[in-house]
């Protein structure tokens, strides 16, 4: 789904609206019952000072499961990342998160499904997790920096996917209904073969 200006992500609510990861009233006491709902897993913290993707460094966002603060560029070094981008106004996102959460299931340690949070109200990403009972790593990013980093289309969902090494192997924009389409898109990128469940 393209972004336009009817979107609640990007409409016009004051001057400082645009450089927000989250909305005010999500305090970290707000969100604790939310949290607790979502039963999301900690995120990925990561290597050494310096490592990870030079376009991601820099960029630290919190975790939408437990409040930490991430390094972006640190979680992802030396591992194979799937990275979801989505909000919670998204029907295409909601479809595809549960998807997302079986391809990681089938992945195991071989691969780090990572969602990242592209609105600011951090309060409906976890009532929405917690609808799809879909517990994966998630980073908050109101300000959309992960995505203008790497250089991701103007629409939701996408998908973004890392090598070990930090390089990006594929940007897809668009959406998957289910594991083995997100396999049949991801494998072929990090040398797996795509095994097609019945």
């Known amino acids: 789904r393209e972004l ?6 990007i409409a016009p609510a004051g001057p400082a609206a645009a450089a927000r990861d989250h909305r005010d009233a999500d305090t970290q006491e707000a969100l604790a019952g939310p949290r607790a709902r979502a039963e999301l897993p900690p995120c990925p913290s990561g290597g050494q000072e310096g490592g990870g993707p030079d376009v991601l460094r820099g960029i630290t966002l919190e975790c939408v499961g437990d409040g930490s603060m991430i390094n972006v560029a640190r979680a992802v070094e030396g591992r194979v990342v799937v990275l979801n981008l ?9 479809d595809e998160l549960p998807a997302m959460a079986e391809y990681q299931k089938r992945m195991g340690p071989a691969v780090t499904v990572l969602t990242v949070h592209q ?3 951090e309060t409906a990403a976890l009532v929405r ?3 799809l009972g879909v517990h994966l790593p998630t980073l908050q990013d109101g300000r959309r920096l992960v995505a203008a980093a790497l250089h991701v289309p103007n629409v939701m969902p996408a998908t973004v996917v890392l090598r070990a090494d930090g390089s990006v192997a594929e940007v897809l924009p668009r959406s ?3 594991a083995d389409e997100i396999a ?3 494998d072929p990128k990090i040398g797996m073969k795509t095994l097609e469940r019945g």
């Open 184 to 186: 049949a898109a991801v």
């Open 4 to 9: 336009g200006d009817d979107d609640p992500a």
């Open 86 to 94: 989505w909000a919670y106004w998204c029907g295409p996102c909601a």
């Open 129 to 131: 997790l917690a609808e």
């Open 119 to 121: 609105d600011e109200n």
């Open 176 to 178: 998957f209904a289910t």
